[in-house]
């Protein structure tokens, strides 16, 4: 079956660092969706993507779907203590046509 | 955010008791889901409901019982429990299934510990 894997599991950074999280799937995909994961909450979606290639910004997080539709990632700029969490894609591919999760990149920020 | 709601939040069970976790979306969606998520593992779609009907059941053991009476309200049974099924339940919610449209809007979980 489809899978998608995201690494890396963990990154911790001092604050004001970048910070990147890579999303990839063992199918094409027809798109994929980013969300956002707080301590203790629950999954929030911040962005689709659908396009070969594409890219879109929020601020400081700017995301890419690949040019194969493959693999995605998603990058913060300048982290602030508000990014921590847990950042998952989802992809949508495969014959079944499901949405698949990856285990998600859980970011801690030394402020 | 208020878009899909799940009660209880937290609940604590023993492996004998009959308990039921309940989800309400006021967003008009045709779609429904509820999650696994336990610690270390990814996000675990166990049952997904389209205008009421079941699509999916990821070979989800039948001491999980789902129950979808109308498109704005979603059940989950829970009968005979064991220990390994402590985790957090999230319902989510969308205006489609399957399209690219599939925006899912999820609840903020009810956490089961199973003693």
């Known amino acids: 079956g489809q899978q998608v894997m995201q690494i890396p599991q963990y990154q911790h950074v001092q604050e004001g660092e970048d910070f990147t999280t890579y999303c990839n799937s063992s199918?094409?995909?027809?798109?994929i969706q980013w969300y956002k994961q707080r301590p203790g909450g629950h999954p929030v979606f911040l962005i689709q993507l659908v396009k070969s290639g594409e890219v879109k910004k929020q601020k400081r997080l700017t995301f890419q779907f690949g040019e194969a539709k493959k693999n995605s990632s998603l990058h913060i700029t300048a982290t602030q203590t508000t990014d921590v969490g847990t950042y998952f894609c989802a992809g949508r591919g495969g014959s079944n046509y499901k949405l698949t999760f990856g285990k998600g990149t859980l970011l801690t920020v030394n402020p | 955010e208020t878009g899909v709601t799940q009660t209880p939040r937290h609940l604590v069970m023993g492996m004998t008791n009959k308990k039921s976790l309940k989800c309400e979306q006021h967003l008009g969606h045709n779609a429904m889901y509820w999650y696994k998520q336990s610690a270390k593992k990814p996000l675990e779609l166990m049952f997904v409901?389209?205008?009421?009907?079941?699509?999916e059941n990821n070979s989800v053991p039948s001491r999980f019982s789902p129950e979808c009476p109308n498109s704005s309200h979603l059940f989950l049974h829970l009968h005979t429990l064991q220990p390994e099924d402590s985790a957090l339940y999230l319902c989510?919610?969308?205006?489609?299934?399957?399209?690219?449209?599939?925006?899912?809007?999820f609840g903020p979980g009810t956490r089961l510990l199973v003693l």
């Open positions: 989510a919610s969308s205006p489609v299934i399957a399209t690219v449209e599939e925006t899912q809007y």
């Open positions: 199918t094409t995909l027809s798109n």
């Open positions: 409901y389209n205008f009421k009907e079941q699509t």
